[in-house]
């Protein structure tokens, strides 16, 4: 009898662990990562380029930045108080101040001779066999999804997956604003009209502002960018688990496979 309520005890545990694990998971996936963009470019700044972008997760207890400026990028990461990646780059560096030069010989032995290589294929053709077995792939299943059957359905779902995602991805806030010029003004003058219809069709007219520089010898873009917003990852999962269910997507997707 005892036996058999420890037997009972350690299930009723394990199951335990696994409903915490479970819940664990799912609201570490429904807190969203919030992310912060700013960019600023122009020739008449003397920094040329600038750009920040802001991560963080957890109520900012894992944070990463990643700064541009003066064609240097630096990227830091912190998690709690804790820099991440800093300490392997010191490593890293130390171990080669320690390491001995190629040219130099040890007192271990003998240089041991390199392997004749010449049999082997160059690095060349080794790349061009990969790259056109990859297209061969992309072709062969190209074909058979423009020849599947209920293809039509397939399109369908899938929009309507592509949709919901970018719905989730969209940021809350984004404001661009600047001046974009070519060298010829007829294409700059294009360039607006197409932009004004864009602008117009999405409604978008208020958070993108751009005006023509029909004076510049050259192209040139000067912007200035501000992006704001989140990403759930149990929000983003919801449309692809459910696209994937669907009986002609995962009908195809084991086709494929197979």
Known sequence: ???????????????????????????????????????????????GTNASVRVSYLFKLIRAYYDYKNGDGQLKIRVLWFAVGERKKKI?????????????????????????ETARPSKFQRFFK??????????????????????????????????????????????????????????????IGFYEAITQTLKIRKNVRLAGNFDTPHTTAELRVVVRGSINIARLLLPVIGLLLKKPIHILISDMLK
């Open 1 to 47: 009898m005892i036996v058999l309520w420890i037997i009972l005890w350690l299930i009723l545990g394990v199951l335990a662990l696994f409903v915490s694990v479970l819940l664990l998971v799912l609201v570490l996936l429904a807190i969203p990562i919030r992310y912060t963009v700013n960019m600023e470019n122009g020739e008449a700044r003397e920094d």
């Open 92 to 116: 890293k560096a130390h171990v080669e101040t320690d390491m001995p030069a190629e040219n130099e010989s040890t007192e271990s032995g003998p240089i041991e001779d390199k392997p004749d």
């Open 130 to 191: 990969s790259a056109k077995d990859k297209i061969e792939r992309i072709n062969h299943n190209a074909n058979t999804v423009l020849t599947y059957p209920n293809l039509k359905t397939i399109i369908s779902l899938s929009v309507n997956a592509l949709r919901k995602i970018f719905k989730i991805l969209k940021p809350k806030y984004f404001d661009i604003s600047g001046t974009v010029g070519f060298a010829d003004p007829s294409r700059t003058g294009l360039f």
